[in-house]
């Protein structure tokens, strides 16, 4: 089993930057990639960005040049920077991790307005 717990999620205007957090516990020798997705009211879940264990990502196409994903291996933790927000950006962001089975967590909103 593997316990994802994201935040960082918030109230941003356009333009502005936030940083998502998923900190993974449990079974996590046995996860090969993590990522973000994101769900927009009315919308199916869709990738953001996905990092390997081995430090490759893949990212959405309607986020590149914009947002980050990195990891911090001590930590267990991965992050999403994301900078030059828009409204489309707006939605709940879940955390994933691949091992055997797919792990998701919670869920953090992120909403972009004026």
């Known amino acids: 089993q593997v316990q994802l717990v994201e935040s960082g999620g918030g109230l941003v205007q356009p333009g502005g930057s936030l940083r998502l957090s998923c900190a993974a516990s449990?079974?996590?020798?046995?996860?090969?990639?993590m990522g973000w997705y994101r769900q927009a009211p009315g919308n199916q879940r869709e990738l953001v960005a996905t990092i390997t264990s081995g430090g490759s990502t893949n990212y959405a196409d309607s986020v590149k040049g914009r947002f980050t994903i990195s990891r911090d291996n001590a930590k267990n933790t991965i992050y999403l920077q994301m900078n030059s927000l828009k409204p489309e950006d707006t939605a709940v962001y879940y955390c994933n991790a691949a091992s055997h089975w797919s792990y998701w967590g919670r869920g953090t909103q992120v909403t972009v307005s004026s």
């Open positions: 449990g079974s996590i020798s046995s996860i090969y990639s």
